[in-house]
Every structure is written in C-alpha cells, then in structure tokens.
C-alpha cells in the first residue's frame, strides 16, 4: 500500500460525500492526521462495514502519520463486514509482546521488544512492531522497526527502518511462502 493520493481517495469513497470531501481535503492542506479521524469518525456515525484488510490499512496510514496509538481503538470499533476472505486481521494485542532476545534475525534483536500488529490469515506472518522499552518501562511512543515474523518466530528479512510502516504492511501482503502464494 504506497500511501497517496490515490490510497487516500480510495478511502474516502467509504463514507457519505460531505465526510469525503472534508476527508479528501485535509491531504490537499497536510492535514492527514485529521484527516484520518474524519475518516474513522465518518466509518463509526456512520456504521460503515469495512474489510479487515481496509481496517489494517487505515492503521498503517494511522502509524505513518502518527495517530495510531490515539485511533486504534476507533479503528477496533469499526463494523465488520463479516468476509473472512481478507488476507489480513489488525491483532493489537499489547498484551501479547516477544522479547527481540527469542526471536531469529538478520540483525540482533536484543533488548528490543515486538508487538504484534498485523496478521496473514493465510500462512501467520505477522507484521511486528519494534520498540525499545524506555527507563520507566513503558514501550517507546514510536517503532524503531518493522519486521515480518514467521510462526517458527524467525524473521523474514530484511527489518524496516523507522518511518516505513506502509513498505512493511506492502512486504506483509506478499510475505507468503511459495505453497501459500495463491491463497494471498
């Protein structure tokens, strides 16, 4: 998911035009992070039922541009459209974190901490963030990387810097191993 214009519009048509426009038109004034609780606001007064790949992507944008931490739970509350053919579930599971230290990667991992984002319904790769735990114990605000982790809990290389979330959700949808690659 390259985050665009393009991306951006394609959003917009999931609410009713006046949300859209207003949607459309905080990316022409650099208002994204606005922009993007317009648009989850519109999907939730709404009920707009989306997929859970446009969930997932409407967190991406949100972690791009700064806001996920803040939408995450509006982005949860959003309807489901009940199609389990999406390829991708938003988990946000804070509670289920992995130490860097039992994990298998190109780069050492140590002392850094993974929370799952992102699932593949179909092969299990999930699209980690990784943070550093800070002197009084909580998580970093921001990810230091991305990274993609099999079941066997090896990563797939390569990590993604800071800043990259959407080149990692894009490396997570064709993250599939070569038996899986016509189910994604």
């Known amino acids: 998911m390259t985050i665009d214009v393009g991306t951006w519009h394609q959003l917009a048509a999931l609410v009713p035009p006046a949300v859209a426009q207003e949607f459309k038109d905080c990316w022409e004034v650099g208002e ?3 922009g993007l609780g317009l648009l989850v606001s519109g999907i939730l007064d ?3 039922a989306i997929s859970e790949t446009v969930r997932a992507q409407i967190s991406v944008l949100a972690e791009t541009w700064g806001e996920r931490e803040a939408l995450t739970p509006r982005i949860l509350r959003c309807r489901s459209d009940g199609r389990s053919a999406s390829a991708v579930t938003l988990v946000e599971q804070d509670g289920d974190l992995v130490s860097g230290d039992t994990v298998t990667a190109e ?8 929370t799952p984002w992102i699932i593949c319904t179909r092969c299990d790769h999930v699209l980690m963030r990784i943070h550093a735990r800070e002197a009084w114990g909580d998580l970093s605000y921001l990810a230091r990387h991305y990274a993609i982790k099999r079941p066997d809990h090896a990563v797939v290389a390569p990590l993604f810097p800071a800043g990259s979330a959407d080149k990692a959700f894009d490396s997570l949808l064709h993250s599939c191993p070569p038996d899986d690659v016509a189910d994604c």
């Open 46 to 48: 709404n009920d707009v």
């Open 32 to 34: 994204q992070e606005a």
């Open 107 to 114: 780069h050492d991992l140590a002392g850094l901490v993974l």
